[in-house]
């Protein structure tokens, strides 16, 4: 059979297993905002709190040159992979809303079911992340008060647990996020600024800092393979079509037009942030900044809470793919305020991320989910399938060099892939084996 080919030249033959896909219809509102809210959600995922974190997992395990060259070319190409999963939103002819939709499009119905494993992998490992931070914003602000360690960081990551639900429950799909865009934005702004300016602070008063690569040789090694995923993390959402989902046509070129500027203006309160707070206090930089700080109690209590409303928001950006699947299998639609709906988010957002939150304090190591899901998820959704894809989809279009060029990204993510897993399994064992379950970190 023959399906529309968005460029020129003769169409493109798709199999029976191809076309019969079924794409559901989403309960979720969809080319509805702008550019510029979209580039604000992706913003908030590349500045949400985990940026509090890249000083101590990027920086320390890789050094001044590695971290500062690895940063600015793992941006360069997560702005090259994303702008070839756009600009195949509307391959063939018709919209792709998800990530499994346009794999299962160019595949067929075995790729349909392998992403989708993969995507919800991602986000849940994301979401886990988030859940973490939070609690750690918490507890930040517990300890600042209190010295007496009644309150562990499982406590806190279950209130934060209880808030991310009361706030799912609340919103029923994303681009109803609309104004707490802007709160998001605020607190990043918030935490950000204090960071910078107090670890500057540090920085200028206190000794020669050691900025050697911690660990044994072994150690080294594999903190450097997983510092490599965390790099790719930083910047890839893992659900690029779903976002792209929600502009308004001309979707690619408004999509495209987000992308640009969250690899641009977007990046660099993260940047700055990550060196700043890596220069002030060196190999012993704290994974959640904040805690490596020191100034005005009020000063670190305002960036904790900003960092924890933050994630709140951030968290419910990345679980927004869960959210819709559930909404669609079970047609939730109408007002989001109806008895129905709030009862069914209740059961089905709060069961998520009951979940959800056990797994964060059941193991609270962030630098170490980072990794995981860097090399698990990340890798193949935004690198490895994203190359492919396009390979695949504009084979007849690419010249001998460009085809090589994409077969030689696939080889090189998906070898990364691998290493990447192997340390960062190798890091969550160390650590299991060093502290208890649901330790108090």
């Known amino acids: 059979m023959e399906a529309p080919n968005d460029d020129s030249g003769p169409p493109r033959v798709y199999s029976e297993e191809q076309l019969a896909v079924e794409v559901p219809e989403t309960a979720h509102q969809i080319s509805h905002d702008s550019w510029f809210q979209v580039g604000f959600v992706l913003t908030t995922g590349i500045n949400s709190s985990y940026v509090l974190g890249y000083s101590g997992t990027i920086m320390v395990p890789l050094g001044w040159i590695a971290g500062v060259v690895g940063l600015i070319a793992a941006t360069a190409i997560s702005l090259y992979a994303n702008s070839l999963i756009a600009k195949l939103h509307e391959f063939g002819g018709k919209r792709h809303i998800r990530y499994r939709d346009l794999a299962g499009f160019i595949y067929g119905r075995k790729a349909y079911s392998l992403t989708w494993g993969l995507q919800y992998v991602n986000l849940f490992m994301i979401n886990i992340g988030y859940i973490i931070l939070a609690g750690q914003s918490l507890k930040a602000v517990y ?27 609340g919103i029923p799909h994303l681009s109803a996020l609309r104004i707490w865009l802007g709160f998001s934005t605020f607190f990043s702004l918030v935490y950000i600024v204090i960071a910078i300016a107090l670890s500057a602070k540090d920085g200028i008063e206190a000794p020669t800092r050691d900025y050697n690569i911690p660990g044994t040789t072994a150690g080294k090694i594999f903190s450097t393979i997983g510092a490599a995923a965390n790099l790719v993390f930083a910047f890839n959402t893992g659900m690029l079509p779903e976002i792209q989902a929600t502009v308004r046509p001309p979707v690619v070129k408004n999509m495209m037009k ?7 203006v977007g990046v660099l ?41 933050q994630t709140v928001i951030a968290l419910h950006i990345f679980a927004s ?23 069914f988010r209740f059961m089905v957002r709060g069961g998520y991320l009951a979940t959800t939150t056990f ?43 460009q085809k090589s060029w994409h077969w030689l990204n696939v080889c090189f993510f998906g070898f990364m892939s691998l290493i990447s897993a192997v340390a960062a399994l190798r890091l969550i064992a160390v650590h299991s084996n060093t502290y208890n379950l649901f330790a108090d970190l």
């Open 258 to 264: 987000a992308l640009y500027f969250q690899f641009t």
């Open 359 to 401: 797994v964060a304090a059941l193991l609270p190591f962030l630098g170490d989910f980072m990794s995981l899901t860097g090399a698990v998820s990340t890798f193949p959704l935004t690198f490895i399938l994203a190359n492919h894809m396009y390979l695949v989809a504009k084979n007849n279009k690419l010249t001998s060099a």
């Open 143 to 169: 300890v600042l008060f209190r010295d007496d360690n009644d309150m562990k960081l499982p406590y806190f990551i279950a209130i934060s647990g209880v808030v991310c639900a009361m706030f799912a429950i």
């Open 269 to 309: 309160p993260m940047y700055a942030v990550t060196f700043i707070g890596y220069w002030a206090y060196g190999s012993v930089t704290s994974t959640f900044l904040l805690n490596s700080m020191n100034g005005p109690v009020w000063v670190l209590t305002l960036a904790s809470i900003a960092s924890f409303l």
């Open 321 to 343: 793919p869960m959210y819709e699947y559930m909404d669609t299998r079970y047609g939730i639609k109408g007002s989001p305020l109806a008895f129905q709906n709030l009862s």
